[in-house]
């Protein structure tokens, strides 16, 4: 007879879907409210290359992709959230908004840019006019799913509702399975895929069925 306990049946997790703008990083990242490196987290490992990419995406209004957070106990250092998925895309565009790194001034139409900025080949956050800049801090969006995991709520057998705390290291342990089922269930795009894709964007005509 096997003397192993039995596991304890997969949790169910809820998340509250919200929206953030980028001035909500660009205000409360700098002040602490986030923890972006979670021990299960990797270290700051975007390329320039990445980071320029993610504020192109960021001015076309494309989609990024939702970034996970989780809501923790009062901490006396300020944090209340701790980032599960998207640390990347945070750091990266509140070192943009920062200037600790430029992007091609071609992007920006001639209106979206300071004066004193024109001629430039490369601008930062603090050469995009006023009105361009506030189109980015209000208008690009970052769609973010809130996990609250303080507290573990499942249905007896009976259908009654039950409930209990979880412990500080219980919501860690969770936001890590949370981390590695999102980033390690699917296949990684490769180098090959994305030249692909720049080919046809490159050249359309020679890719049309």
């Known amino acids: 007879m096997s003397t192993e306990a039995t596991p304890e049946p997969l949790p169910e997790i809820q998340f509250q879907p919200m929206s953030y703008t980028v001035g909500h990083w660009k ?13 299960y987290q990797r270290g700051s490992v975007w390329t320039l290359e990445q980071r320029r990419a993610l504020v192109k995406s960021l001015y076309m209004h494309l989609p990024i992709g939702s970034v996970i957070i989780s809501k923790i106990r009062y901490r006396q250092d ?5 980032v599960i998925d998207g640390r ?9 908004t920062q200037d600790e790194f ?8 001639p209106g979206d840019l300071r004066a004193e900025a ?3 080949a490369e601008v930062t956050w603090s050469d995009l006019s006023d009105a361009a800049a506030t189109r980015l801090e209000v208008a ?13 709520i499942w249905f007896d057998a009976e259908g009654k509702r039950q409930s209990r705390e979880r412990s500080d290291d219980e919501v860690l342990a969770m936001e890590a399975q949370i981390f590695d089922l999102i980033n390690f269930g699917g296949t990684a795009q490769t180098e090959e895929n994305r030249e692909r894709a720049r ?11």
């Not at 990242?29 to 490196?37: D, F, I, K, R």
């Not at 300020?78 to 701790?82: E, L, N, P, T, Y």
Request: aromatic share 14%.
């Open 140 to 152: 690009a969006h970052f769609p973010a799913l809130e996990f609250n995991g303080q507290v573990d």
């Open 27 to 39: 205000m409360f990242v700098p002040q602490g409210a986030y923890e972006l490196s979670a021990p």
């Open 88 to 96: 990347q895309r945070i750091e990266a565009i509140v070192a943009f």
């Open 78 to 82: 300020g944090v209340s959230f701790r």
């Open 102 to 109: 430029t992007v091609p001034a071609w992007w920006f139409r």
């Open 199 to 209: 080919q046809v964007a490159a050249h359309p005509e020679q890719h049309q069925s």
């Open 118 to 120: 024109a001629g430039n």
